[in-house]
């Protein structure tokens, strides 16, 4: 199951439209909005940030949000000069 057929049209794009805007072909999209579609990250990425929600709101069973936290740390050697 996914929303990306509902949430399209309830923004008043066609396929084309969307194609255009998140920079995938209109027939990988017409796939996309089949019940059973399982489109990689990257593709579920460009298509969720065009509607502005997360990849999870529309396909809710294919990707679980892990939430982390990176620490960067800069090291210096004491005897850098």
């Not at 309830?10 to 969307?18: E, I, K, T, V």
């Not at 990689?40 to 940030?49: D, L, N, V, W």
């Not at 069973?61 to 000069?81: F, Q």
Request: hydrophobic share 40%.
């Amino acid at each position: 199951m996914n929303n990306l057929k509902m949430l399209r049209e309830n923004m008043g794009y066609s396929l084309q439209d969307l194609a255009e805007l998140c920079g995938v072909s209109k027939p990988q999209l017409h796939v996309l909005e089949k019940p059973d579609a399982n489109p990689t990250i990257q593709t579920a990425y460009k298509i969720a940030s065009v509607f502005n929600v997360p990849v999870t709101d529309i396909w809710p069973n294919n990707y679980k949000v892990v939430e982390t936290t990176i620490t960067v740390r800069r090291v210096i050697a004491k005897d850098a000069r």
